[in-house]
């Protein structure tokens, strides 16, 4: 396989893992990727910040981004993790808007850009892509007033099992049979604290008393989802007797 073949199949490759290409051919995703220019980002990176005035839409094709805003004080908050296949970004015209937050790079990650001229053209005039658009959105604000009302009503560790639960994940690149299977969290005690509004030794301890109580077990950057059930009882309960402080 030559070089020049290779490139334009993983372009087209990483756009078809996007949600909102999922109903187009190969032609029709070939074609908005001769449009669509790519970027690498390396690790660490903050690519979007508040004092940015372009409107610009990001198509996550590789990496995990975190999105978070910084209060008055420099207390970061975390909003959200995204991972591949995700659209991004401040496109008043999607409805897409990042509202004073700073897009890092967790991992390396393989950008598509998009400006306003590109959207409009190639993605708000065919119906498809425009109606699952409308779905992502509408998952999405449901998951918005959800960890709104997570921090409203639940204490730390309640917070805390919902995050572990949302953010979990199979692991990629390993084989198991199906009563194997584990899901687990690619993320640090930092950022977990980052998520959920509370300091990184309160997470910690959070976090021994369920590997105590046999809910997780934690490993280097991963925390373990060992009992499933249990964080569900945990998130869904509302009056838990025992209080932390960030």
Not at 10 to 18: A, G, N, Q
Not at 119 to 127: E, I, N
Request: aromatic share 8%; hydrophobic share 40%; proline share 4%.
């Amino acid at each position: 396989m030559n070089k020049p073949y290779e490139l334009h199949y993983e372009k087209w490759r990483y756009l078809r893992m996007v949600d909102i290409f999922q109903d187009l051919d190969h032609g029709e995703i070939e074609a908005i990727g001769k449009r669509a220019p790519m970027q690498y980002v390396s690790a660490g990176t903050i690519f979007f910040s508040p004092d940015q005035t372009a409107e610009v839409l990001f198509l996550l094709k590789e990496g995990r981004v975190r999105l978070y805003r910084l209060s008055g004080d420099g207390k970061a908050l975390t909003t959200a993790i995204l991972e591949p296949g995700t659209i991004f970004g401040e496109m008043i015209i999607v409805g897409q808007r990042l509202y004073q937050s700073y897009a890092e790079a967790l991992s390396p990650c393989l950008l598509c850009l998009m400006s306003r001229e590109d959207v409009k053209t190639l993605l708000l005039s065919d119906p498809r892509i425009a109606t699952r658009i409308a779905e992502i959105l509408g998952q999405r604000l449901i998951e918005a007033e959800q960890r709104l009302s997570d921090f409203a009503f639940k204490n730390l560790p309640e917070r805390l099992a919902s995050v572990l639960l949302q953010m979990a994940h199979l692991p990629k690149g390993r084989f198991f049979r199906p009563s194997d299977t584990v899901r687990e969290v690619r993320l640090t005690h930092e950022a977990l604290a980052d998520m959920v509004g509370a300091s990184r030794e309160t997470v910690t301890k959070i976090l021994g008393e369920f590997r105590s109580q046999g809910f997780i077990d934690l490993k280097r950057g991963r925390v373990l989802i060992i009992c499933e059930e249990e964080l569900q009882k945990l998130s869904a309960c509302t009056d838990a007797t025992v209080q932390y402080r960030s």
